[in-house]
């Protein structure tokens, strides 16, 4: 059941009503049971995976005892890492390709979701090694934590801190989170379905047939797949975050304005925050602390490291390693260079130097997400031999799909800018009536008229 | 909760009348256009009358000439292919021209993905503004169960479409959209160096036909439903169903002698008694020059001028068999 | 040692190593109100307190640092 659909508008509809008709004791167990349902019906018995790992970890935490903290924590990490290697990494490592009538290990396929939640289990983990109070979640509160079904497909990626306390405050039926929550879906659904849905029969044409292609097509089909990711990612984000307030419950956010990024640094503080700060609190910081006596190379280390594992965290794929080096790199060359750099910017006006920084990163991140999004290595290289200026041979695929794509994309662009940090519901609140309500109609009709409605996936799922 | 439930019912009432208004709006443009052209195709045969249709998808549009067929055999022909369309076009194309007429004949262009489900297979676009007959609404609903739900909104039919419909209304087709009689001819050579992994194409739509996984097979129940009814409704109202194969680019002997239809296909025909001709370059070797191709899958002008008289040959040899 | 002089030490080294003084320290002071202290400096910045004042944070107790007030009563207890 992807995000985008009206049974999963059904399904988030009826749980919600019963979570809140239910008494508050049951709340939970209804929960549970909605998570269960939404996870089979995506994934039939691979459910079984997602409760193995719950028990084990929730095991792991019963037998946790101060004097042997050391010991079960890296147990909960071998693990999870186990887990994810086996589904994730060995039938990619060992180049054993799907086949629905294969072996056993052929026929499997990544349970949807494993990256995030696994993630989540070695957060708690960790946390708990660290924290100077050893309280332990009670096992349905640990279970709703680690397969919430509105972030269970691709996050955001949760931190007990802050989901956990969140799950025994009795919620009643409120006005202004259901509709902060409804409005962020209604938003999050215009993304993927005008935007992103548009521009994927385009950026596929390209990206699949490379060789195909040549000159600035390749230049403008790269654009088209950053703006697409992140209009889908940030869309399935809302949608994700929207349900979660439908239901009572704050996520972490997991985009703020990447467009506005003045560094690639900048960029990953606003780009799947969740991700990109699990891996600055549990990785980048312990390698830093060990490397801490090496001065600016520990950090340089520390963070090429932390990248490498953002990197390959997507999946098995040495495009995927290059595309973590690549940020890794160019974090380092900002932490050396950001003195010099200021002085550079401090002679430009700041709304250009601004702008200038907005447009080098974006061009950072679009060639860097080719890496994100081929194949192989041989189709990356591909569409960097083959990209010239030459402009003879465009290929634009269906420009009404475009145009659709484009218009979506300035209303986006328009919001983001007005809006600045601001939570897209808040800014849509302090509106006028008559806005909010223009904004509710002509995003339905919109996704009526131009919206591709039967588009597959969010391009997360896969990860 | 009841301020809430209020809004609601206030914005769908609202989101209904909209969509009232406007759905209204392009069904009057879009049923202005019955010129033919790609994506108004159905709009003209469900006007007007021809003895015979080509039926298929884009390698129908491109391959198949009606003046060649109405020089050869003296019936007026009409092109129906449209790009990325598939057997559930033909279907409703059918249904379509039942309401007025019985033709004699149907060229059939035929693909695997006539039989096999593609992912593709589910996009209605062209078949969405005909939910209103009642065979082809069933249809949709076949495909789609959503499209019960979708199918209130009176814009949905038009997903997508809004540009094309608008342009078209304000800017009146200019003569000669519907190509000739619905053939769009292509008028460049293939260069075999630029053609990606030709073989692995080949390979993978061959093997594709064999190996279904369970899902896709499941889906292949419903494409095949819409395969034996198109083929009884032609049946049933004594029209001659006759299907032609057309060949991809003869790169190597490989290409030039195996059609890429799956045994059971063409074991499905052979049953049901429809004449298959695969017209295969090795064993007609007037389709032997790569000059007659325009990419791997396509002909172009030239090679859909041979193509056709050779298909207009075997048709008036049927027709004869026929009387 | 006292908490102001701990107070001034630390504007010092934190002058040091940011190269910059637009900031006024206090025990509520967290890393964000500091221009230029991010996950980045984050290190740099702790490695030069403890060079400064001859001691070793634990990863545990820098983890666990809420503002410079808690940084304050560690540096207490360990000097």
Known sequence: MSLVSVVYLVFLAAVALLNYIAPHKWRIYILLLACGVFYSLNQGMYLLILILSISVNYGICLLWSNRRAKVWMYLSLVFNISLLGFFKYIPAILGLGHSFDGTLLQRMVIPIGLSFFSFQAMGYMIDLYWSNKKEIASFPDYALFMSFFPQLLAGPIARGKSFLPQIQ?????????????????????????????????????????????????????????????????????????????????????????????????????????????????????????????????????????TFLIFGVWHGANWTLVIFGLMQGVAISWETISSRYRDKVWSFLPVWLGNAIANILVFVFITVSAIFLRAASLWEAVTMFSRFSLDCSAIYLGSKQLLIFALLGMAVVLAVDIRKGEMLFSTYLEMQKPVIRWAFYILSILSILLIGSISSENFIYFQF | MKRFLLKSLLLFATIFVCDYVIGTALQQMFFANNSGAPGYVLNHIAEKQYDAYVMGASGAQRGYVPAVFEQELGLSVFNTGEA??????????????????????????????????????????????????????????????????WLLSRIYPYNHKVLSIVGTYIFKPQPGVAGDKGYH??????????????????????????????????????????????????????????????????????????????????????????????IMPNTYPEMRDLNLYYDFSHLNHSGATVYSSIIAKHLQSELQDAR | MNRAQLLQETTQVLIKVLKHSNFTLTERTTAKDVKGWDSLSHMVIMTAIEKHFGITFTLIEMVNLTDIGSMFDILQEKL
């Open chain 2, 185 to 278: 001819a292509l008028n460049e050579v293939v260069n075999p160096s630029t053609l990606r992994n030709p073989m692995g194409q080949f390979y993978e739509e061959q093997q594709s036909a064999s190996k279904r996984s369970p899902e896709m097979a499941a889906k292949d129940m419903l494409i095949r439903k819409y395969f034996f009814a198109f083929i009884e409704l032609c049946r049933v109202n004594n029209i001659r169903l006759v299907a032609f194969h057309c060949p991809k680019a003869p790169l190597n002997e490989l290409l030039a002698s195996t059609p890429l239809l799956s045994e059971e296909l063409v074991l499905q025909l052979e049953q049901h008694h429809i004449p298959l001709y695969s």
């Open chain 2, 84 to 149: 990325g369309t598939n057997i559930f076009h033909n279907y409703a194309a059918l249904q379509l021209i039942l309401q007025h007429s019985k033709p004699k004949l149907i060229i059939w262009d035929i693909t695997n993905a006539d039989y096999y489900y593609r992912h593709d297979a589910s996009k209605t676009g062209m078949i969405t503004p005909y939910h209103h007959n009642r065979r082809i609404r069933q249809l949709l609903y076949d495909i789609q169960p959503l499209n019960k739900l």
């Open chain 1, 169 to 305: 405050q009795v919620k009643r039926f409120e006005y202004d989170n259901v509709v902060a929550g409804l409005r962020r879906i209604l938003w999050g659904i215009f993304k993927k379905v005008v935007i992103a849905g548009n521009l994927s029969p385009y950026t596929d044409a390209v990206f699949q047939n490379p060789q195909m292609h040549q000159g600035v097509t390749l230049a403008i089909a790269a654009f088209a797949y950053t703006i697409q990711i992140y209009m889908d990612f940030s869309g399935y984000s809302d949608i994700a975050i929207g349900s979660a307030k439908v239901l009572g419950f704050n996520l972490m956010e997991n985009f703020r304005i990447p467009l506005f990024a003045r560094s690639v640094t900048d960029f990953w503080r606003r780009w799947h925050i969740s991700l990109s700060s699990w891996v600055r609190d549990y990785v980048f910081v312990p390698l830093q602390y060990q490397t801490r006596r090496m001065g600016m190379t520990g950090t340089i280390l520390a963070t090429l490291v």
